[in-house]
Structure formats: C-alpha cells, structure tokens
C-alpha cells in the first residue's frame, strides 16, 4: 500500500516538475521576445519629447511612510525631483511613532489645509492634510496607522487629483525617467492600457546621493545577492512574459500606475489584504473582465524602482511569510475565477499556474521530502537515480537564474563592473542550498500563520540610504 | 518560481525503478550544454561590447578631428560611407548637430548640416528604408527621417500612415512631428479628418503641436469639417496654440455639443485671451460637465483682470472639489486685493469656500498681506472687519464640525463629491 503511494506520488511529482520545468522556460522565452520587441519600440520613442509635451496625462505620485524619518527626505527630494511634466506627490505618513512628519514638517515648511480631503475609499481617520509652503506639488497626510500598506494608499487615493496614480515605496528610489518610461505603453494606447508596472531592483549595496541612485553595484552579503538573482527572475522572466499574454496579475507595490477612476471604480485596496498589490491587480481584472472591457495591464522592464532588501535572515523570513499569506489571502477568495469562460486566459492559465506552482510549490516540495525519507526507510531508492535527478533539477534551476542574468545583460545591463557579473553568475550555482530549504520553510510558516489567522504585519530591519553621498 | 529547483520533487521522482534513467542523463547534458552557452554569451557578449564601444570612441575622436572636412566635401563622404561604423556616427552627428542648431534658430547651419545628409547619401539611405523594409528597421528609419526636418521626407512619411501595423503608423506619426513642417501637420490632419487615421490620442495631438507651433490657423479649415473623436483632439490642440486672431472658432468651440470640445475652448481662451475671452469664460463656468468648469476655471487664473474675481468666487462654491479648489488657489494669487475678496467670500456664507480660500491664501504666504493690511492706517478698519468676519465663520465651522454634522478633515458639504 505505502510502496503504491510512493510509486502514485512520483508520478505525480515527475509531471509536476517537468511541467513546470518546461512553463519556465517557455517563460524565459517569451520574456527574451518581449525584451527585444520593447527595447526596439524604444528606439521609436523620443522621451524628451513627452518630457516637454504640455498634453502628458498628469500623475499624482503615492508615497506611503511608516516610520521612515532616516531616508524620508531624500526620497521626497528624488520623488519630486523626476522627470514628469505634470507631477503630484502624496506622502501619506501612516501614524508613524518616530519624526517622520515632524521632519516632513520641518523641511518643506508644511502648513494644514484641511479642505483637499475626502474620505471615498476606506482607510484609517486621517489626522491632517498638510501642503508645503516651498513646494507646490507636495502634499503630505497624516492619518492613524492603519496597519498595512492599504490602508495608507487608500488615503492617498482620496486626498489625489490626477487621472493616473504611481504608487511608490517611500523608501524606494526611482530613476529620473522612470514616470517617462512606465507611461510609455499608456501614452500609446491610453483607452486600452488601464496600469503598468515597472521592474524593482535591489538597491542595496549601489551608491545614493541625494535621493537619486549614482552608482549601481551588486550587494557585499550573500543574502542579498541571492535576492538580486530572484527579482531579476521574477521581474525580467516573469512579469514581462505574463504582462506578454495580458496574464499579469503583480504590479509591485514598489512601483506601479493604475488609471485613478479604476482603482476608485474596484473600491481602491483592500484594507485587510496581505498582499495588497496582488489583490488590486486581480480584482482590476476580475472587473475589467465582468464588464467585458478591451484592456490591458502592461509591464515595462526599464523604469527601475530600487529598493532596499532585507539584509538578515529574520527579515527576509518575515517578509516572505508575508507574501506567500499574500498570495493565498488573494487566491482563496477568487478562486471562482478558476476556470470560468468570464475570466479569459487570466482565470484558465495565469490564476491556476499561481495556485499550482507557486502557492502549492512549498506543500508539494514537503511531500517530495516526506516520500524520499519515506522510499529511504523502505529500501526503495536507487542511489544512482537520485544523484543524476539531483543534478538534472540543480542544472536546470541554474540555467534559469543564469537565463535571466542574461536577460539583464543584453537588454539593461545595469551592473557595469565585470566583477559584479561574474560574482552574479557565480551565485546562481551557490543558490539551491541552503537558500531554497529556508524558503521552503519561510513559505510554509506563511500558511501556517494564515491559518492561524496571525496577519500582524512584523516590521523589516532597514539600513536606510540617509544621509548626502551614502552607499547603501 | 520556487518550484524550478524543488529538489524534493526531484528525489521523490528517482525512487520510481521505472524511472527512465536516460532521459535524466540526457536533460542533464542538455541543461548543461544551455548553461555553458549562456555563460559563454554573457561574457562573450560583454567583451565584445567592450571592444565595439572602444572602437567607437576612437572613431568618434578621428572623425570630430575631420568634421569641417566632412561637412565642407574636403572629405568625400565615399571615405566614411564604406564603413558602416563612421557612417552611422556621422549621421547622429549630424542629427544631434542639426536639432542644436533648430533649438538655437540658427537655420543657416541646420540648412548646412541636412546639405551634408542629403549629398552624402545618407538621406536616401533612410528614405529607402523607410519606404522598403519591414518591422522595427522601418520605424527606426520614420523616426530618424523626422529629426532631419527635410521636407523630402514627408511624402515617404505619410506613406506609411496608411500601414496596416500601428506601430508603424505610430512611428510615422512621430516623424512627422519630429519635422516640424506644416506640410507634416496637413499630411496628418487630412488622414484623420478625412479617412479617420487611427493612432493613439496623444502621440499625434504632440506631433501636431509640434507641426503647428507658430502657424496654427493651419488647423482652422481641418477644425471646421472634423466631427467626433478627430474634433476633440484637433480641439485640444488648438487649445495650446490658440492665438487672438481665432476668437471665431474659439467661440464656436465654446458652444460645441462634446464636452472635451467645450474643455479645449476653455484653454484655448485662457492661452489666446481674445477679446470675448472673459464673457465666454463666464459661460464655461457654468457648463454642467465639471472638468469644463475646471478648465475654465483655470483659464480664469491665468488672466490678470480684476472683472475674474467675481467669476472665480462664483467658482469656489461649485458643486466640485477640484473647481473649487483651483478658483481658490487662483484666488490666492490675486496680492493686493485679498482683503476684499475675503470679504467677498464671507458674504456667500459659504463656509466650505472661505475653507478654501483661507487655506490657500495661507499656503501662499497671503495671511501676511492680511496682516499688513491692519497696519496700513488707511485699510485698518476693512480688513480687521474682514478677518474678524473670517475668524468668526472659521468658529462657526468649529462649532458645526463640533456638533458632528462635519468631519473635522473631510470638509464637504453632503453630495459635494468631486467627481
């Protein structure tokens, strides 16, 4: 009985893995396809034409800021300093218990204006609007904290006026153009394109001055490195090959811009969701979809947010216990979408590949431990096979990380030095252990707090890129 | 993501005896091979990168030193024609030179450089690719025919406004901009007004701007037969470049059914300032679509006349937000005659407006105005009157808030939702 149970689940698990062997590489070059095909639309495109261009849509940026007295000026400075020509900057700072606003204050000379607010979409009692007295496009609101990130764009949701809305991590950087470049596919086609999301990279380790990134260098630590490998994976191979079939269903909460009447029309973010970004997007779609809508949701890989990783192991495992309860916490209540003509490619191809392999990945890699144990004690495991699987899956997962460090080099190239390449390239081989077994772990522990209901949101240990000429 | 190298996954599969065990060895060799590929492309890739932007540079350098040769003819252009390298330097040296020169109005050395593009073959090169090839190659070539502002491209431009691809059609709409000739501009507005050109919005009302800057009667006679969507965008970009001179079509803009018409009348009013300006302005106001009243609004603040003040405090107390808040911010610019329109404000016993008004005056540094007011001896009386008055209804929202009728932040009225 137990031998046939082990026999049924290698099958089992043999299908799975080649499946999604395969799923990624078809990925990686779907990807490489789009990459190519948007980098030669660029060199149709003259950005500094739509820099001076009286009719580009005008955006309200959304920063929201939760304790961030260290680097919130510097990244109210880089924010405002981008290259848009209409541009509005909310920071909402979410009932922040250091300086953050007695700082906001202080340096752009904030005064209350208590008439611009109106609570539409939910989100905690907002304790002041305030505009600067030096800087007309700035305008900061101080509401409780609210727990999570939602809650604080929803607010800023309610205090903005412009037809499009970049939402941002304050504690992210974004490059000068990077508005320009994410509005490039809106700007195209502005009925059908309703958000667009921009690739996030990994700031730390690279130099900042003054809120704008001067130098792009690989962090010193290995966790980070590894981190690098992962966004690059995830962004370049796959959001740019899901946003490719119109399947793309995360536009980062670091950096993405949505169509203002939209988010409204969907009821801004869900307050309670984990991952928030997620939940927007898919419920954006849910929407779009019942109204049978023409649309699109685009992604862009070269306007780049940076943002700082977590740099320790205890973040790290906070933040990815965080998004794999995200990621269920939105699963979960549209799984009505599964399957159902409504619902497109979107609900038969993009939600079940969300729930097979990446939700279900972390159950189906204990079951694969528990049964190799199990085939162990029973006498059932050829040596040999194991090893060679062993290298097979090790090579094919390197190959990967490999492909989207390619990715990188013939469309961004954004690490200049040889040695920074070299030490990437050599991380993908050093990733598989013991890296992916805490993953494993951090992932699970996500379930495990989900079912427990334990949604506190456990603050991540930063380094902050204060100060003037700082390296990160 | 996490499941690529789900070694478990593996192990489970390799304790099946069935298990074909050489399919494993070949995906390993496979795999391997991939591996070894990409890395030989990524560093391969990278040396050859940098030795072709060395060669570059050093090209750069040699040809800068024979650039009044090259412009003059001392250096025939069959001597850096035959590699392909100089030639495309040369030719974004002459681009960037000649878009320098446009941008300084310096036409003799624009003439100069496009006479070196056009007898050095260069010019033809892009034309034929422009007309003969396909795909992105064809684009790049529309995109660099606009930047040489030659008006022998304009034909082959226009030609491929009719591809059936929109991002052909897109990049040809780009070029056409790029030129910046009226002929450009005619070229487009005939499509779109007479065989209803389909690209996006933005992309061609920017190169139409670009086109029509300095000329803009050009748009009137396409204006008059447009109806629909082209109208609308035609409008919007009349309403950039609106000069005195077009108060007639203004004013038929003004009283147009579709809205974003009446929005683009608006501007054009506050850009060009006609004579009517201010009676049509009072109008739009008035509009029942609130992004005519905004845009009339902000018309309004841009004129200098005291005549707006009344206008802009009829504004403040608009049903929406955004009207709202820009007749006050507009409001607030107007320095010496604050006190007044603080008064003003008080007698519309609308609390919501002297919110606004108030807010924004402090925002724009005006409550010291206020206050130097009280100590001009001839002005005392008037605006001690006007801020006790402005004291006195900012308590009576206190108490009103107090009460719970308003929300300290959210200071709307029921039912006045921005729209």
């Given at each position: 009985m137990l031998r046939h149970f082990i026999s049924v689940s290698n099958i089992t698990l043999f299908v799975y893995y080649l499946a999604s062997n395969l799923i990624y590489l078809a990925l990686l070059i779907i990807a490489l396809f789009a990459s190519l095909r948007h980098r030669r639309r660029l060199a149709s495109i003259r950005l500094e034409h739509m820099r001076t261009s009286p009719l580009a849509p005008p955006i309200t940026v959304l920063a929201p800021a939760h304790n961030e007295e260290k680097s919130i000026i510097e990244s109210a400075r880089g924010l405002l300093a981008l290259d848009y020509p209409e541009l509005e900057l909310i920071i909402i700072?979410?009932?922040?218990?250091?300086?953050t606003l007695e700082v906001l204050r202080e340096h752009f000379q904030l005064r209350p204006a208590d008439v611009l607010y109106l609570p539409e979409l939910p989100s905690a009692p907002v304790r002041g609007v305030y505009m600067s007295q030096n800087e007309p496009r700035l305008l900061v609101v101080d509401k409780e904290p609210g727990g999570n990130k939602a809650d604080a764009v929803n607010a800023g949701l309610n205090a903005a006026t412009k037809p499009y809305v970049c939402v941002v991590d304050a504690d992210s950087i974004l490059e000068r153009d990077s508005l320009l470049r994410i509005m490039v596919p809106i700007l195209a086609d502005p009925r059908r394109v309703v958000a667009a999301g921009g690739i996030v990279r990994v700031l730390n380790g690279s130099r900042v001055r003054d809120g704008q990134l001067t130098e792009v260098r690989l962090p010193k630590g290995w966790l980070e490195v590894l981190q690098v490998i992962e966004y690059l994976r995830a962004f370049l191979i796959g959001r740019e090959a899901w946003a490719a079939g119109n399947m793309l269903n995360i536009i980062s909460g670091a950096f993405g811009i949505f169509r203002r009447d939209l988010v409204r029309a969907v009821g801004?973010?869900?307050?309670?969701?984990?991952g928030e970004d997620f939940d927007l997007v898919t419920r954006m779609h849910r929407y779009l979809l019942e109204q049978k809508m023409d649309y699109r949701i685009s992604f862009v890989p070269d306007p780049v947010c940076w943002t700082e990783v977590p740099s320790d192991l205890r973040s790290l495992a906070r933040q990815r216990a965080r998004w794999h309860k995200g990621l269920l916490d939105v699963l979960w209540p549209n799984r009505d979408m599964l399957f159902r003509p409504t619902y497109g490619r979107l609900g038969s191809i993009g939600l079940p590949y969300m729930w097979i392999f990446e939700l279900l990945a972390p159950v189906v890699e204990l079951v694969g431990y528990t049964t190799i144990i199990l085939a162990a004690v029973l006498g059932v495991l050829s040596r040999e096979f194991f090893i060679q699987f062993l290298i097979y899956g090790y090579a094919f997962g390197t190959m990967i990380s490999i492909g989207a460090v390619m990715q990188e080099e013939i469309?961004?190239?954004?690490?200049?030095d040889w040695r920074d390449v070299i030490r990437l390239v050599l991380y993908c081989f050093f990733e598989h252990f013991p890296y992916r077994q805490m993953y494993l772990v951090w992932r699970l522990q996500g379930f495990w707090q989900y079912f427990r209901k334990d949604f506190v949101w456990r603050p991540m240990k930063r380094i902050g890129f204060h100060g003037g000429d700082s390296k990160n | 993501m996490g499941c690529v190298s789900n070694m478990p996954i593996l192990m489970a599969v390799l304790i099946s005896p069935g298990t074909p065990g050489r399919f494993v060895l070949q995906a390993i060799v496979v795999t391997s091979a991939g591996i070894a590929l990409l890395l030989f492309f990524i560093l391969g890739r990278r040396g050859l990168r940098r030795r072709y932007f060395h060669r570059r540079d050093l090209r750069v350098f040699a040809l800068r030193k024979q650039w009044e040769g090259i412009l003059n003819g001392s250096v025939p252009p069959e001597s850096w024609r035959r590699h392909s390298l100089d030639s495309e330097i040369v030719e974004e040296m002459l681009f960037e030179g000649m878009e320098a020169a446009h941008a300084a109005g310096q036409r003799e050395e624009a003439a100069r450089l496009l006479h070196v593009l056009r007898t050095s073959g260069l010019l033809s090169t892009r034309m034929h690719e422009a007309s003969e090839y396909g795909g992105w190659r064809r684009r790049r070539a529309l995109v660099a025919l606009g930047r040489t502002?030659?008006?022998?491209v304009v034909p082959v431009l226009a030609g491929a406004l009719e591809d059936e691809d929109l991002e052909t059609r897109v990049a040809a709409v780009r070029g056409l901009g790029g030129t910046g000739l009226a002929a450009a501009a005619t070229e487009m507005m005939d499509r779109v007004v007479g065989r209803g050109l389909s690209t996006p919005g933005l992309t061609l009302q920017n190169s139409l701007l670009q086109c029509c800057q300095g000329r803009p009667e050009i748009l009137q006679p396409y204006l008059r037969q447009a109806q629909g969507r082209a109208r609308e965008m035609l409008s919007r970009v009349l309403g950039e470049l609106a000069t005195p001179a077009m108060e007639e079509d203004i004013l038929l803009l003004a009283a147009d059914p579709l809205p974003e018409v009446r929005a683009s009348a608006a501007r054009a009013l506050g850009v060009a300032r006609p004579l009517a300006a201010l009676e049509l302005l009072g109008e739009l106001v008035k509009d029942k679509e609130w992004f005519v009243r905004l845009r009339a609004v902000v018309a309004l603040g841009s004129i200098e006349d005291a005549r707006v003040i009344p206008i802009l405090i009829e504004s403040?107390?608009?049903?929406n937000r955004y009207v709202r808040l820009r007749a006050a911010g507009a409001l607030a610019q107007m320095g010496p005659r604050l006190e007044q329109i603080v008064e003003k404000v008080i007698e519309t016993r609308d609390r919501f407006a002297l919110h606004a008004i108030i807010s924004e005056i402090e925002r724009a540094g005006g409550i010291a105005h206020l206050f130097g007011a009280i100590s001009d001896p001839n002005r005392r009386v008037e605006a001690t009157t006007t801020l006790l008055q402005a004291l006195k209804a900012g308590q009576e929202q206190m108490r009103t808030a107090a009460r719970g009728e308003l929300r300290p932040v959210a200071a709307m009225k029921p039912g006045k939702a921005g729209s």
């Open positions: 700072n979410d009932g922040s218990a250091d300086k801004g973010y869900r307050t309670n969701a984990i469309t961004y190239k954004r690490y200049n | 502002r030659a008006p022998e403040l107390c608009d049903e």
